[in-house]
């Protein structure tokens, strides 16, 4: 029986919880699919499923049930049911999907209930939405995740209610006195609750969206929709999208991420063109997005990908600007970056990176004793080497980039 990614990692983790995890190797080149990454879809097909397959592994339509699902003989995909809005078929539907089963990781409740046109409703009446899709899901021992907040909206979008912490009318118009208001209504079953939120803006607002949602609630966060509306064109989106994933990859309070959507009638946010599993240009890049696991090893020798990284500081991800490549990671001085790599037998080894950066050194640790020193001499993408011992087995390698601007593309480790 094929079990979901999710899943698999969920129940790994409860049985070896007192254990720290086993390594995975993959190859230096090897698609890596992502328990966090997910897509909003409302028809998703086959070959859709097959594309999506090598970095994407739930998905979900703001619906209790759905008619998709992956190919028998293809990866599993988890599909996460929601009780969108405050309807009493809702809960009927969400406890006959959960008897019936497959048993799905987390259940969904309560679509923007901040927002006119979706769920709109007060937070005392939120709450108790909440508290019956719990009681449904409890019975599965399934956790639930909500809201699903909309960040913020015009005063004559915005719902208003007594608030009881404030004592009088509220207009909320930002979701953070919101969730304050529902959590009240909720009670004790509000703390290190996982909530979601959307976001439409820019890299900045999703990650303060993130911080908040986390410093209110304590538990983790879902970006159950993402998008750039504003976005000047497809390349735009791209390197949007690039950032947003990368940073929610690397950040353990987001456990999980759908972007929206997987056809739109906005081309640019679409996922996949009209032809069945034809992906767009920002749905591939979606799918080749790296992920920044601790127990992710990649075998050497073999050429990495600078965003193949397992930690970061002052180094983030963008569209490639050297020859070949999907991305490199950008430092605006003093950045590194740390690779977890499997060394198949010790010995020296020789080391290329490639690089675009002011003059400077790179120099390359591990467990904190150097390894090695690059000279960069000039500005320009080329090509430097080095040689260094290494031994057998899983490490980490720090790769401590010059303290002026630097983009690397990949380092390559070969006997």
């Known amino acids: ?185 909720v009670g004790p079953a509000a703390k290190d609750m996982p909530v979601g939120v959307h976001a439409y803006k820019d890299i900045h607002e999703l990650k303060w969206s993130i911080d908040a ?25 791209i390197a949007f999208m690039m950032q947003a994933v990368d940073h929610m990859e690397r950040t353990p309070h987001v456990a999980g991420y759908a972007w929206f959507k997987e056809r739109s009638d906005n081309a640019r946010i679409s996922m996949f063109a009209s032809e069945p599993g034809k992906l767009t240009a920002l749905g591939e890049a979606y799918v080749r997005m790296p992920v920044h696991e601790a127990d992710l090893f990649y075998r050497l020798p073999g050429r990495l990908q600078a965003e193949r990284y397992r930690a970061a500081d002052k180094a983030d991800i963008a569209t490639t600007a050297d020859g070949d490549g999907f991305a490199d990671m950008v430092s605006g001085g003093g950045g590194w970056l740390d690779l977890n ?35 960069v001499a000039k500005a320009g993408w080329q090509t430097v080497t080095a040689k260094a011992q290494l031994p057998a087995g899983t490490q980490t390698i720090r790769v401590q980039l010059p303290e002026r601007r630097a983009r690397i593309n990949w380092i390559e480790f070969s006997r």
């Open 213 to 237: 949602a986390h410093k209110q609630t304590g538990g983790p966060v879902w970006m159950t929709e993402f998008a750039q509306w504003s976005a000047a064109d497809e390349r735009a989106e």
């Open 1 to 185: 029986m094929r079990l979901p990614l999710i899943a698999a990692l969920a129940t790994l983790a409860t049985a070896t919880a007192a254990e720290p995890a086993a390594p995975r190797i993959v190859g230096c080149e090897d698609a890596v699919r992502s328990a966090k990454r997910g897509v909003c879809a409302n028809k998703l097909g086959a070959a859709d499923f097959a594309a999506l397959a090598p970095g994407v592994s739930w998905f979900y339509n703001w619906h209790f049930t759905t008619d998709m699902a992956a190919p028998a003989d293809g990866p599993a995909f988890d599909f996460i049911p929601m009780v969108w809005g405050d309807f009493e078929g809702s809960y009927t539907g969400l406890e006959q999907r959960l008897a019936a089963g497959p048993r799905p990781p987390v259940v969904f409740a309560i679509n923007e209930p901040n927002l006119k046109g979706q769920a709109f409703i007060t937070p005392e009446v939120c709450a108790k939405a909440f508290l019956r899709v719990k009681a449904i899901a409890d019975k599965h021992s399934i956790p639930v995740v909500g809201p699903h907040m909309a960040l913020g909206s015009s005063p004559g979008d915005s719902i208003t209610a007594f608030d009881p912490l404030e004592k009088k009318d509220v207009t909320y118009g930002w979701f953070v006195p919101y969730l304050k208001a529902f959590a009240h209504f």
């Open 341 to 375: 790599v499997a060394v198949d037998a010790a010995g020296q080894m020789n080391i290329a990176l490639r690089i675009d950066a002011e003059p400077g050194t790179i120099a390359l640790s591990r467990s904190g004793k150097p390894l090695a020193a690059i000279k």
